[in-house]
């Protein structure tokens, strides 16, 4: 099981997508739609004793360091580190990524830092200086002797439709490894149906122009790790049905900064979503099931959902959700047209399915 242990709620950032939106939707009624559970404290006081016994019951147990932002608890991650022996991963902003002592970093297997394309596009969304400050620490840990997979983790907003060409800045300054989120469904407030619309357009085109970047790559015997699309087409080469990409409430959950076990590490102000807590039993953690409104789509084993806190708190109206699956179907569509050439790849030598493989549930959802 993958384990996202909340180490503070703090962040030391205040990008447009999260801390400015929050702000912006402190008026919606959110507790007319689940149960309220703001008891949790800032910083985790989780006993590492504790927590040592709980991962030590689960047969394939991984930490990842979460926020807030985690490395703003560094004493608290090398503690847990000079405790607890298991696989370590972690998602971050990468601002004091060069703080944490290279023999910790060199245990973290596998590092999100969050950076959304190029210097302008990034600072736009996460404040000045964050893009130079985030590539000389990516940098300083490179040097150091960090030789983990570093994934780039970007979000997409109605200001930034064009995943291509941001993409291939990524892929400029030395990622491989690249996963984005879309900005669309989390927030009561920020639904424009007009903007989103001509965001789903150009994002599509947009998605099309990369896939074809992608699979030309293939022809010269490489595989980019773009984890959207080697998620869905690593099921499609399987036949493989998928639950919750993400592992949210099936196969990852939680820790708390209080200990309790949630389903979700954005939904740990929210009562309905604990599943348990450290003296749980991690094979009985409280499950729960793809949403009513996804049983009867034709992709539903694909997709997986999307998202658990979308589906479930529903905060855009249905024309709103029905674009957010518009991008979806036309990501998983697009692949699927592909798998005969990516067939054809495969028994010329040219890749492997094992390329296609990945780790599940340590951090990208798969489905933007």
Known sequence: MHYHIILTTQCNSQCKYCYEKSMNDFDVDIEKKVSLDLSA?????????????????????????????????????????????????????????GKLPIEYLKRIDKILVSIDGNKEKTDENRGKGTYKLLMKNVSLIKQKGYKGEIIARMTLGENSPDIYEQVLHLIGIGFSSIHWQIDAGFYAHDFDKQKFSLFVNEYNNSITKLIDYWIENMKNKR??????????VDSLLKNEKTKLRCGAG???????????????????????????????NPDNLKEFPMADRCRNCNIKFICGGRCLYWNYLKLWPEEGNQLICNTIEHLVNSLKNRIPEIKKLISEDLVSYKDFEYEKYFGPEIIP
Not at 80 to 88: K, Q, T
Request: proline share 6%.
């Open 250 to 280: 099936h196969s990852g959950y939680a820790i708390r900064t209080d200990g309790k076990l949630m389903a979700c590490p954005i939904m740990t102000w929210i009562g309905d979503f604990i599943s348990g807590d450290l003296d749980s």
């Open 223 to 232: 595989v980019l790790k773009f984890y959207p699309f080697i998620g869905i």
């Open 41 to 97: 404290p800032e910083t985790s006081i989780v006993n590492i004793n504790k927590l040592k016994k709980f991962v030590g019951r689960d047969k394939n147990p991984v930490l990842i360091f979460y926020g807030g932002e985690p490395l703003l608890q560094i004493n608290k991650i090398k503690e847990i580190m000079d405790n607890i022996e298991v696989p370590y991963r972690m998602q971050t902003n990468g601002k004091l990524l």
